[in-house]
């Protein structure tokens, strides 16, 4: 699909299957994939949420952003050690791929850590995407709300106080409305201050630094501690309607998650660099 098409058939408006596969999706996912095994790892019982769920797995159209994204990924020959996280999350990856070419969301992903331990809410407000949401997760134990993703993390962290640090979530939000930059941090700065140890992982897209920056000074002036993993295979010189990057706000995240997720970026990268092999990455400590 055609970025042409995307801006003509969605003025204003973000749906995730449009952009499945992409290389936001990637690094969002692969981050995902390697903080979560170490959250389950550290906690008996771990409390995940996903903000903005979507439908939780899209089918990929003969052409589209995913091309940049899982396409150029798994065509890649580079030579990844197979006991790392990123080979974990290719495998994943390649399996849902090669099983009807689909790209599974982060609902997928964090439903198949669910077991007697653990468990999974995931927010969707769209009601068609809810529904969609519904099917595909009626085998598992995850629980599927249609409501405000963000309200119910509120809620959440408010039930569950300052003592616990078993609480994780996943906040994506579609960033298509200017305020978005300051709702979304903001409501993320009211639930950490009624459960200070939560885990936190605020994806954001990167076309410039400019709102990025000012997102991140608002939560340093609110004193909260975190480290953000950008990576950008596009140079931010090129004007597109496509991602040039994207970025990850950890807070209260494993260290051995951090120093992992900083090993898989120039693999991702390299793999998905779209001009003369260009990409950068920077994690920055908030």
């Not at 801006?7 to 996912?29: C, I, S, T």
């Not at 200070?196 to 997102?215: D, G």
Request: proline residues 5%; hydrophobic residues 40%; glycine residues 6%.
């Amino acid at each position: 699909m055609s970025d042409k098409y995307l801006k003509e058939a969605l003025p204003g408006q973000y749906e995730h299957r449009f952009h499945a596969g992409n290389v936001g999706d990637l690094w969002k996912h692969a981050i995902l994939l390697a903080l979560v095994k170490d959250l389950t790892a550290q906690h008996d019982s771990l409390t995940m949420i996903d903000a903005f769920a979507g439908e939780g797995s899209y089918t990929l159209g003969s052409t589209g952003e995913w091309t940049e994204g899982i396409g150029a990924l798994l065509k890649s020959t580079l030579p990844i050690p197979s006991s790392s996280a990123l080979a974990s999350f290719i495998s994943y990856a390649r399996q849902q791929f090669e099983n009807g070419k689909r790209y599974a969301g982060s609902p997928a992903l964090l439903s198949s850590f669910l077991g007697a331990k653990h468990t999974l809410t995931c927010y969707e407000i769209d009601p068609t995407a809810n529904a969609v949401l519904t099917r595909s997760l009626a085998e598992s134990s995850a629980k599927v709300q249609a409501c405000d993703g963000l309200e119910g993390l509120l809620a959440e962290a408010s039930s569950t106080g300052a003592a616990s640090a078993n609480l994780f979530a996943l906040v994506d939000p579609p960033w298509n409305k200017k305020e978005d930059w300051r709702v979304v941090p903001s409501k993320l700065v009211k639930a950490l201050k009624h459960t200070p140890t939560m885990t936190i992982a605020l994806w954001y897209p990167i076309k410039s630094y400019t709102r990025v920056s000012t997102m991140l000074k608002y939560f340093k002036d609110e004193s909260v501690k975190g480290v953000a993993l950008d990576l950008i295979t596009t140079p931010l010189t090129i004007q597109r309607n496509r991602l040039n990057g994207s970025g990850m706000l950890l807070v209260n995240a494993p260290i051995t998650s951090i120093t992992t997720c900083n090993e898989m970026a120039p693999w991702i990268g390299v793999a998905c660099a779209t001009h003369s092999g260009y990409w950068e990455s920077r994690a920055s400590a908030i």
